[in-house]
């Protein structure tokens, strides 16, 4: 089971994330669960909650975009964000693939989302291939 944390702060950037990754996961018969949450900053608390309740489950997509405005508050959400994913990864050696968009402008959405969810599932059955 692969748990999907998404936040759906710019929910129509974050559907085309969602369609191709679950469009993905089914073509490898991969089952799935959604989570959603309010903005990019809650994902790794979802994450950190789900797996301490997950049991054998380690793997997730953490789905979200950030984009820079005119302030750094930008720097510091996608710095911490990105901080708190792979401080869950390392402590509760759980894997997270970031499919979460970093763009210094929403007109990059598109293209962006276009192939990143596809991207974020790959790299976790190349994990998970691993695994065994």
Known sequence: MVDIVISKYYE???????KSIKEELIKHHLNYKITEVPGVWEIPHEINRLSSLAG???EYIAVGILVKGETDHYEYISSSVSNGLINITIHKNVYIANCILNLTDIKQA??????KGVESVNALIKIQTNKT
Not at 12 to 18: A, P, R, T, Y
């Open 56 to 58: 054998d489950r380690t």
């Open 12 to 18: 129509s950037i974050s559907n085309i994330l969602e």
């Open 110 to 115: 598109d293209s962006r989302a276009k192939t």
